[in-house]
Nanobody, 122 residues
Framework: LQLVESGGGPVKSGGSLRLSCAAS????????IAWFRQAPGKEREGVLC????????TYADSVKGRFTISRDNAKNTVYLDMNSLISEDTGVYYC????????????????WGRGTQVTVSS
C-alpha cells in the first residue's frame, strides 16, 4: 500500500492549490481518506476526511468555506482543493487512510503518505 501526495508548493496569500493523494495497493473506496497538516513547531492536525460512503467531515474550523475534499475512485485519487489561502495554511500536508470511519485522531490511521509542502506568502 502506498499513498503519494503531490501538488504542493509556494503560493501567494489569497491563491489556490489543488493537492492530490494517489493511492496504490488499495481500493480507495474501501477506505476513509483524510488530509492532515503540520505547521512548523506545531502538532499534526486533521483538516478534512472523506468516508467510504462519501460523507465529508471537517476538523479544522479555519478551512471551512475555503477547502474541499473529493475523491475520484476511478483514478484512485483523493483531492484537497484549497482556496483563499492564508499564511496560517503553511505546512506539510499529509494524506492518510484507514479502513473504518473518518476520525481526526491521527494515531488511528494505518497508512500515511510522506507529505507535500505548502508555503503561503503575503
Amino acid at each position: 500500500l502506498q499513498l503519494v501526495e503531490s501538488g504542493g508548493g509556494p503560493v501567494k496569500s489569497g491563491g489556490s492549490l489543488r493537492l492530490s493523494c494517489a493511492a496504490s495497493g488499495i481500493t480507495p473506496d474501501y477506505y476513509a481518506i483524510a488530509w492532515f497538516r503540520q505547521a512548523p513547531g506545531k502538532e499534526r492536525e486533521g483538516v478534512l476526511c472523506t468516508s467510504r460512503s462519501g460523507v465529508i467531515e471537517t476538523y479544522a474550523d479555519s478551512v471551512k468555506g475555503r477547502f474541499t475534499i473529493s475523491r475520484d475512485n476511478a483514478k484512485n485519487t483523493v483531492y484537497l482543493d484549497m482556496n483563499s489561502l492564508i499564511s496560517e495554511d503553511t505546512g506539510v500536508y499529509y494524506c492518510a487512510a484507514r479502513e473504518l470511519a473518518c476520525t481526526d485522531q491521527k494515531a488511528w490511521y494505518s497508512y500515511w503518505g510522506r507529505g507535500t509542502q505548502v508555503t503561503v506568502s503575503s
